[in-house]
Every structure is written in structure tokens, then in C-alpha cells.
């Protein structure tokens, strides 16, 4: 008998009520048909501390499967049992401060005529929740929705040989390799690679985990240049941590690699940062596929995760140079060249950043921004989305 549930909306969560509730009430809202005729399933796992999060989607939760356990394992651990049990043909993840267009329903249901396994999409729209500050800027982009252009044609890709270009980046660039974060999967790749490993997510970051992992079962991916998830910033999000700057600091400080601070990889800075994090969940992932940790060692691009390290913290720089200094022994060139090496990238992602900024609001780019959007939140900058799609007459170009 032919599953009827096609898609599968996964959403973890935890001690986030505010923005949880608003995201979760306006997606049973949008979706509220393919609910009711079971082609889409929202799973909500549930590791706060408190059991509040239920009583304020009492309203609704009849429409969603909530789960809910105070027990959290840890950042993939949890992500793994988030993932262990749904009905959905495909499956996708998003954050308790993301949405969805209702468009997405249509697009898996092209997916499964074709016979597609994987999909991706870029992130062309942002929304900036109202507890949003930046480091630098403040809270400048507080309460806005950024639209950047898009086009909504597809490009395919082979995760195989992009595993190379993730190697070569210091585990630092996955955005063309298979996502279950704001990406789409098939049920058979999930259960293939979940016997192939025993789990789906290893280390401290799920998404460049699962990424690796699809990459090597999977023989062409999608990517599309259209919005359909709509990433949210919020005060207490990975995203928002990491643009205010607590996301840095020492292993045994931070829950996410906490457990791991003890067998953490001798290769790589002990630090705790969106950069090392990635690089570490990378490393255990690929030695789960069979690489050796020399292997590793010798195809991984040391002196870009560096750079990118210090780029993105550079506030901390001295925390940064110390640990490049205690593990330049291991590299096969001099104290000299590495720093040489970090500098030249260094200036070459100031570069690309400040191209990728003046692309978007220089003459090259129509860089669209809708501020003071907080009527509901989300809720209506996911409106004004919808809104802008139409007005311009955007559409995913599937013969593209």
C-alpha cells in the first residue's frame, strides 16, 4: 500500500517557547489541508527543560505529533532521535525560529514523480526576529526581512565530488552537498544511510554530518535558488549566538562540545565556534565512512578552517593564534608559511564578503528589505515573502 504522508516537517526544539509557539501555530495554519488529508505530518521534539511548550499548542495539538523528553543527549543525539520515527516519504528539518512556504508540498510532489532523492535550496531570504543583535551592528536588523535576488533555477551537482571541495575548504563549505536542514530527503536515503552507520548524525553539528553522510549514497543532488524556507534569526539561536558572538570560547564551557572536550581531535583548535564545530563533526562523520585519521590529516585544508576561524572571531584572535601556534608542528611546512597561508585566505574571504555585500545592495543586485515586521513576528514577514514572490512573478523553473 502506497504511503499517503508525503512529506515529513521535523522541528527540535528547546527552552525556546516564545518563537516555537508563533512558528509551529502559523505552520499548522498555512499547511492546514495537507494535514488534514495526512500528506504532511509535523513532528515536534521537544528537549526543554520544562514541559511548557505543549500547553501552549494545546490548541492545536491534535494537528501535530509532539514529543517531548527533558532528557537531552546532546546537539546530534537528539537530532538522531528527532529523525528516528516519521511517516513522510521525504523528511526535512528546519529551527524553531524558521517557516516554510506552503510551495514546498507541490515541490515534493515533483520530487517523487522524478524519482529525486535529495534537494537543497539557497538561502535567498532572511528574517531578523525582534531580539536579534549582531556584535557589531546591534540591533540594526532587528524586526526586518531581507529578500536577496533569486531566480529559482536548479542546479545539479555529484555529492561525491563535492565532498573534495569540502575537504579543501576546512570543512567549512557544505552548501552544495545533500541537507536535511532546510534541505529535502527521501525516506529510502535516511534509512540507507541510518543501516549503513547505525545513526544519521555524528559529533557536535548535525548538518555538515548528515551532509557528509548523504553525499556518499547519493549520485546527483539539487540545489534550487529559491526561497522556500525561511530562516529565522533570534537571540537564542545558533544563528543568533554566532552573529553576537557567543558562540566562541572554551570546549568545556559550552553544552555542544562539552562531552566531546576530552577526546576532542589533536589536530584541531581547542576552541568552541561555528568553524571548529563544523571541522569536528566532519572529522567523526568520515572516520564513522571508514577514513582513517591520517587520511583526514592529509586532505583536509588546515589553513583554511584557520583562517575562517579567525575571520569570523577575529575579536579573539589571540585566543586563535595561540592554538595555530600549539598545533603548526603538525603541518608539513614552517611556522612561516602557515601564517602566510592564513593571510592569503584571510584577505580572500574579506574579499568574497565584501563582493557578496555589494552584489546584493550595489547596482549588480536588487537587495529588497521590509523593516519594522512584527506585527506577528515571522508570520508576516513569511506574508511579505509570499507577497513579493507574486508580485514579481517568481516561480522554481523545474525544466531549468
Request: one cysteine or more.
Amino acid at each position: 500500500m502506497k504511503n499517503k504522508t508525503l512529506l515529513s516537517l521535523i522541528i527540535p526544539t528547546k527552552n525556546r517557547k516564545y518563537t516555537a509557539a508563533i512558528v509551529i501555530k502559523n505552520l499548522v495554519k498555512d499547511f492546514e489541508k495537507y494535514i488534514k488529508n495526512g500528506e504532511l505530518e509535523i513532528i515536534i521534539y521537544d528537549t526543554s527543560e520544562e514541559n511548557i511548550l505543549k500547553n501552549e499548542l494545546k490548541e492545536i495539538i491534535n494537528h501535530i505529533s509532539y514529543r517531548f523528553n527533558a532528557q537531552s543527549l546532546g546537539f546530534c543525539d537528539d537530532f538522531n532521535n528527532a529523525v528516528s520515527d516519521f511517516n513522510g516519504e521525504y523528511a526535512c528539518i528546519i529551527g524553531d525560529d524558521d517557516l516554510v512556504l506552503p510551495e514546498i508540498m507541490s515541490f515534493v510532489e515533483w520530487m517523487q514523480l522524478k524519482k529525486i532523492h535529495s534537494v537543497a535550496f539557497k538561502t535567498s531570504a532572511l528574517y531578523f526576529w525582534e531580539n536579534y543583535s549582531h556584535k557589531i551592528f546591534g540591533k540594526s536588523d532587528s524586526k526586518s526581512l531581507k529578500v536577496y535576488p533569486f531566480d529559482g533555477n536548479m542546479q545539479v551537482f555529484e555529492p561525491q565530488l563535492e565532498l573534495e571541495v569540502l575537504l579543501n575548504s576546512g570543512m567549512q563549505n557544505f552548501s552544495t552537498l545533500p541537507k536535511l536542514y532546510y534541505g529535502i530527503v527521501s525516506r529510502e536515503k535516511l534509512q540507507e544511510l541510518r543501516a549503513l552507520l547505525g545513526n544519521l548524525f555524528f559529533g557536535t553539528s548535525p548538518d555538515i554530518s548528515i551532509a557528509i553522510g548523504l553525499s556518499t549514497i547519493i549520485a546527483t543532488h539539487i540545489v534550487v535558488d529559491y526561497p522556500i524556507f525561511l530562516p529565522g534569526f533570534s537571540a537564542a539561536s545558533g544563528s543568533g549566538k554566532s552573529s553576537s558572538g557567543a558562540h566562541f570560547g572554551r570546549l568545556e564551557d559550552h553544552s555542544q562540545t562539552k562531552a566531546f572536550a576530552q577526546n576532542w581531535p589533536t589536530f584541531l583548535p581547542r576552541l568552541y565556534s561555528v568553524q571548529t564545530v563544523w571541522a569536528h563533526s566532519g572529522i567523526e562523520t568520515l572516520k564513522k565512512l571508514g577514513m582513517s585519521s591520517e587520511e583526514i590529516r592529509t586532505k583536509l585544508n588546515f589553513s583554511e578552517m584557520y583562517a575562517n576561524t579567525l575571520f569570523f572571531n577575529f575579536s579573539k584572535a589571540s585566543l586563535i593564534a595561540k592554538e595555530i601556534l600549539r598545533l603548526h608542528h603538525m603541518r608539513d611546512y614552517s611556522l612561516f608559511q602557515l601564517f602566510y597561508k592564513i593571510v592569503v585566505k584571510f584577505y580572500r574571504i574579506l574579499l568574497i564578503r565584501i563582493y557578496e555585500i555589494l552584489l546584493k545592495i550595489g547596482k549588480f543586485g536588487k537587495y529588497k528589505l521590509f523593516l519594522n515586521v512584527n506585527d506577528k513576528e515571522i508570520i508576516e514577514a513569511s506574508d511579505c515573502l509570499k507577497k513579493y514572490v507574486i508580485d514579481n512573478k517568481l516561480s522554481i523553473k523545474y525544466d531549468s
